[in-house]
């Protein structure tokens, strides 16, 4: 068995080093996950998107103006929080607050906690500090393991992109 496995081992292993392998290939495409993440919020009925742009979030930003979802830009985050829910419940339709990191996130808790209250179907969209900043004091550094969750975060959210 032994001699069986070590035969796969280094097939295996000329296959993946092969330069022919990789050149017969298909070109793959690449997204980023900024790209993927609006394509989960088109699949999931997500029109109208409110936020503040700029820091981290740009990427997100970038490509919800590369989609079909409505992009609706406000001078502060709880504004636009409270617009989601109104929005929400004038379509029947999920939407998107975005924010930035830092005071972007705790600017639209308040916010959050009413959509979830009134059952608000608000998706909260944010970018956090990078794992090697962390501890840095990198600007406006927040992840979800710096602010007190008691709930907010629901378990399938992502501390980081």
């Known amino acids: 068995m032994d001699a069986k496995f070590k035969d796969i081992k280094a097939n295996t292993s000329k296959e993946l080093n092969s ?7 298909k070109p793959s495409t690449h997204f980023l996950v900024a ?7 088109e699949d999931m009925g997500v029109q109208y998107a409110f936020g503040v742009s ?11 103006h590369e989609s079909p979802v409505q992009v609706l830009h406000f001078r502060h985050e709880a504004g636009a929080a ?3 829910i109104e929005a929400h419940f004038a379509s029947d339709r999920p939407v998107v607050v975005f924010t930035t990191t ?17 059952g608000a179907k608000v998706i909260f969209v944010s970018a956090s500090t990078s794992a090697p900043q962390r501890g840095r004091w990198a600007c406006l550094e927040t992840s979800t393991y710096t602010m007190a969750s008691a709930g907010i975060f629901t378990s399938w959210s992502v501390g980081y992109c």
Do not use: D
Request: glycine share 8%; proline share 4%.
């Open 19 to 25: 330069t022919e392998q990789q050149s017969h290939s």
């Open 35 to 41: 790209e993927a993440v609006v394509k989960i919020l």
């Open 54 to 64: 700029g820091g981290a979030i740009a990427p997100m930003w970038a490509a919800l």
């Open 82 to 84: 409270f617009a989601a």
């Open 102 to 118: 830092g005071p972007g996130i705790t600017n639209a808790l308040t916010e959050l906690l009413a959509a979830r209250w009134e």
